[in-house]
């Protein structure tokens, strides 16, 4: 292993807290905190301030440090030199003990000479293998208060010291002796050097829900620090480095800050080792790295062609009409969703030219009366957009009732029950990311189950109980609500459920309504932020059903009777106009106006269905009908 830097010092201060070190060939040059993993400066400061320190998580991938891509056993060794621990040693149940530094030989003797020898049955191959073994030695050796300074590093310790793997009366006593080792070696200090730094010992696991508690909880010898996925800093770091070795870099060529912070916005949630794949990526499938959002979009989807760059002007120029065949007397509405397309598609952003939002494609709030076309807006979008009606996913809220269910939609954590199968909306969009996905009846989720959302709505992303992260960046989320649709009144001493709306209002009044139930709403909940994210403009409000637009809508019904008639069995069923009249009629009535389109649904439903396919059974291909 190469030798590492040391870290910059400042007088009578020792190591300077918050600046890692790098792979520099043996030069001084100190890595800026902002481009340092996180957890290598939070580990400098607490074995800076004599602390021991597990470290947690994310500990399988590789580090960008120093200009180059390291594992993490490399890394952690380098800056535990460059804090002047000479002798370092690590330990997994795969490779024994394993010594670090310039001369790892060097340093095994002067263990083996500080420990007072070894037998000779215990220095088998792997070397000290046995953690019965060499945890004892561990310890005999960091009780040497008089030596140099000595780091051991103890890797898989969630199978090391998961409490399903032994027994408190276990006679190799594992955590007797941890303990015992954690505490002498607190009480110790190595040899004063320049900064009289005390031996250490660093944990290490992936899991920390599998270590038993008392040995992180409320421990003030041991420090937990969990080691993140890179943050936005690191990413950026990580291209500006690595920049030359993608695809499509020209001799010379430098990148370009906006190019740079595009790459790691659209980034978001990769491991380091995911970012290498992606370098590897654009070699492999020929995808320029110029072109971030397309290389980024096929490493993560498997796809070359973004479909909303597919989406051409004319079909935006169209949406309206189109959209507004599917929902009829709608137009404010199709309108909105008109404008949010358009966004979408021409990119145009607060971030500026070059910034890449990792946000959804498209939010949006449906709020309004029943059976008005919510559902129906959204499933006509997704055809609009994806040309696939598969592309559309509805999350039932009611269903989310409670406030543990918030699991199902991202997994239970670890150790849990259903922990394998991961989330219901998670899992979906790792399958389909270019989709539209509706949350019906948000009012009725738990608000714990909104906080979720947050998340989703801030930063285009969500994290699963596998620890996953999921990008929503090519998505349309639409939340629907009937808030505001009904009022309680009491009638009799007991509660009576009445429409809110009254029948001469104007859209400009149920427009005012429903807004002002949807802010009541999400203050009364204590979730006005989540509103606020949404935001103003993306709440669309649906107007009620008005008499003018029953013809239509049930006109649309009865043409799709008649299609299916001729498909099936190639007969021509026409309707007259009394049958439209019919369905007028039907929907005047106070109680029936109330339910929207699915009342009107109903009705053909339930008188002529019945009569139309008895009519078709008797009658040959060919055959003309009339229902009157």
Same mark, same amino acid.
């Given at each position: 292993?190469?030798?590492?830097?040391?870290?910059? @010092?400042?007088?009578?201060?020792?190591?300077?807290?918050?600046?890692?070190?790098?792979?520099?060939?043996?030069?001084?040059?100190?890595?800026? $905190?902002?481009?340092?993993? /996180?957890?290598?400066?939070? %580990?400098?400061?607490?074995?800076?301030?004599?602390?021991?320190?597990?470290?947690?998580?994310?500990?399988?991938?590789?580090?960008?440090?120093?200009?180059?891509?390291?594992?993490?056993?490399?890394?952690?060794?380098?800056?535990?030199?460059?804090?002047?621990?000479?002798?370092?040693?690590?330990?997994?149940?795969?490779?024994?003990?394993?010594?670090?530094?310039?001369?790892?030989?060097?340093?095994?003797?002067?263990? $083996?000479?500080?420990?007072?020898?070894?037998?000779?049955?215990?220095?088998?191959?792997?070397?000290?293998?046995?953690?019965?073994?060499?945890?004892?030695?561990?310890?005999?050796?960091?009780?040497?208060?008089?030596?140099?300074?000595?780091?051991?590093?103890?890797?898989?310790?969630?199978?090391?010291?998961?409490?399903?793997?032994?027994?408190?009366?276990?006679?190799?006593?594992?955590?007797?002796?941890?303990?015992?080792?954690?505490?002498?070696?607190?009480?110790?200090?190595?040899?004063?050097?320049?900064?009289?730094?005390?031996?250490?010992?660093?944990?290490?696991?992936?899991?920390?829900?599998?270590?038993?508690?008392?040995?992180?909880?409320?421990?003030?010898?041991?420090?937990?620090?969990?080691?993140?996925?890179?943050?936005?800093?690191?990413?950026?770091?990580?291209?500006?480095?690595?920049?030359?070795?993608?695809?499509?870099?020209?001799?010379?060529?430098?990148?370009?800050?906006?190019?740079?912070?595009?790459?790691?916005?659209?980034?978001?949630?990769?491991?380091? /080792?995911?970012?290498?794949?992606?370098?590897?990526?654009?070699?492999?499938?020929?995808?320029?790295?110029?072109?971030?959002? /397309?290389?980024?979009?096929?490493?993560?989807?498997?796809?070359?062609?973004?479909?909303?760059?597919?989406?051409?002007?004319?079909?935006?120029? @169209?949406?309206?009409?189109?959209?507004?065949?599917?929902?009829?007397?709608?137009?404010?509405?199709?309108?909105?969703?008109?404008?949010?397309?358009?966004?979408?598609?021409?990119?145009?952003?607060?971030?500026?030219?070059?910034?890449?939002?990792?946000?959804?494609?498209?939010?949006?709030?449906?709020?309004?009366?029943?059976?008005?076309?919510?559902?129906?807006?959204?499933?006509?979008?997704?055809?609009?957009?994806?040309?696939?009606?598969?592309?559309?996913?509805?999350?039932?809220?009611?269903?989310?009732?409670?406030?543990?269910?918030?699991?199902?939609?991202?997994?239970?954590?670890?150790?849990?029950?259903?922990?394998?199968?991961? !989330?219901?909306?998670?899992?979906?969009?790792?399958?389909?990311?270019?989709?539209?996905?509706?949350?019906?009846?948000?009012?009725?989720?738990?608000?714990?189950?909104?906080?979720?959302?947050?998340?989703?709505?801030?930063?285009?992303?969500?994290?699963?109980?596998?620890?996953?992260?999921?990008?929503?960046?090519?998505?349309?989320?639409?939340?629907?609500?009937?808030?505001?649709?009904?009022?309680?009144?009491?009638?009799? !001493?007991?509660?009576?459920?009445?429409?809110?709306?009254?029948?001469?209002?104007?859209?400009?009044?149920?427009?005012?309504?429903?807004?002002?139930?949807?802010?009541?709403?999400?203050?009364?909940?204590?979730?006005?932020?989540?509103?606020?994210?949404?935001?103003?403009?993306?709440?669309?409000?649906?107007?009620?059903? /008005?008499?003018?637009?029953?013809?239509?809508?049930?006109?649309?019904?009865?043409?799709?009777?008649?299609?299916?008639?001729?498909?099936?069995?190639?007969?021509?069923?026409?309707?007259?106009?009394?049958?439209?009249?019919?369905?007028?009629?039907?929907?005047?009535?106070?109680?029936?106006?109330?339910?929207?389109?699915?009342?009107?649904?109903?009705?053909?439903?339930?008188?002529?269905?019945?009569?139309?396919?008895?009519?078709? %059974?008797?009658?040959?291909?060919?055959?003309?009908?009339?229902?009157?």
């Amino acid at each position: 292993m190469r030798k590492a830097a040391g870290l910059e @010092q400042e007088p009578g201060d020792g190591a300077r807290p918050g600046v890692a070190v790098a792979f520099t060939g043996g030069r001084r040059r100190p890595l800026p $905190e902002e481009a340092s993993a /996180r957890w290598v400066v939070a %580990l400098v400061r607490q074995l800076a301030r004599g602390k021991h320190v597990l470290l947690h998580g994310n500990v399988r991938d590789l580090v960008s440090f120093g200009g180059a891509c390291k594992t993490f056993p490399e890394v952690l060794d380098a800056v535990l030199g460059a804090l002047g621990y000479t002798l370092r040693c690590r330990y997994n149940t795969s490779d024994g003990l394993v010594f670090a530094g310039d001369d790892p030989r060097a340093a095994r003797r002067r263990f $083996e000479a500080r420990v007072g020898g070894i037998d000779a049955d215990a220095a088998g191959t792997p070397y000290l293998g046995d953690l019965a073994v060499a945890l004892p030695l561990l310890r005999k050796a960091v009780g040497v208060a008089r030596a140099e300074p000595m780091a051991a590093v103890l890797e898989g310790a969630d199978r090391l010291f998961n409490p399903g793997n032994f027994h408190p009366s276990d006679d190799r006593g594992l955590q007797v002796l941890l303990d015992q080792a954690l505490g002498e070696a607190q009480a110790v200090r190595a040899r004063r050097g320049p900064d009289g730094r005390r031996h250490a010992l660093v944990l290490v696991a992936a899991n920390l829900a599998l270590l038993p508690g008392w040995l992180h909880r409320d421990n003030p010898q041991l420090v937990t620090i969990c080691v993140e996925r890179p943050g936005l800093a690191e990413r950026r770091e990580f291209f500006r480095q690595q920049f030359r070795q993608f695809h499509g870099v020209k001799p010379g060529e430098r990148p370009a800050p906006g190019l740079l912070a595009e790459l790691a916005t659209l980034t978001d949630g990769l491991t380091t /080792r995911d970012l290498e794949a992606l370098r590897l990526a654009s070699h492999h499938d020929g995808l320029p790295v110029g072109e971030a959002r /397309r290389l980024v979009d096929f490493f993560r989807h498997g796809r070359r062609e973004d479909p909303w760059a597919e989406v051409e002007v004319t079909t935006l120029r @169209q949406a309206t009409a189109t959209l507004g065949a599917s929902v009829i007397g709608q137009e404010a509405a199709v309108e909105a969703v008109r404008r949010v397309l358009v966004s979408a598609r021409g990119g145009v952003q607060l971030e500026g030219a070059g910034r890449a939002s990792a946000r959804p494609k498209g939010v949006l709030l449906f709020v309004g009366p029943t059976g008005v076309g919510k559902t129906e807006l959204a499933k006509a979008l997704t055809e609009l957009i994806f040309k696939d009606p598969t592309a559309f996913a509805r999350f039932d809220m009611s269903e989310y009732g409670q406030e543990h269910t918030a699991d199902r939609l991202v997994g239970a954590p670890p150790g849990y029950v259903g922990h394998d199968a991961g !989330g219901q909306l998670t899992n979906w969009m790792k399958a389909r990311p270019f989709s539209v996905v509706l949350f019906d009846e948000l009012e009725k989720a738990h608000p714990r189950v909104l906080d979720r959302f947050l998340q989703v709505l801030d930063d285009g992303r969500l994290t699963d109980g596998h620890g996953e992260t999921v990008s929503f960046a090519q998505s349309v989320l639409v939340f629907t609500s009937n808030l505001g649709s009904t009022r309680r009144e009491q009638v009799g !001493g007991r509660d009576v459920v009445r429409p809110a709306l009254e029948p001469g209002w104007g859209y400009e009044q149920v427009q005012a309504h429903y807004r002002e139930a949807v802010q009541a709403h999400f203050v009364g909940i204590g979730r006005p932020e989540l509103l606020g994210r949404i935001g103003e403009a993306n709440v669309v409000v649906f107007d009620m059903l /008005r008499e003018a637009h029953v013809a239509a809508i049930a006109d649309k019904f009865l043409r799709g009777i008649s299609a299916s008639a001729r498909e099936l069995h190639g007969v021509t069923v026409a309707f007259d106009r009394a049958v439209v009249a019919a369905i007028q009629a039907h929907m005047r009535r106070p109680e029936v106006c109330q339910l929207g389109g699915r009342a009107i649904r109903n009705f053909v439903q339930a008188e002529l269905l019945p009569v139309v396919n008895e009519a078709v %059974l008797g009658a040959g291909p060919g055959t003309r009908l009339r229902v009157g």
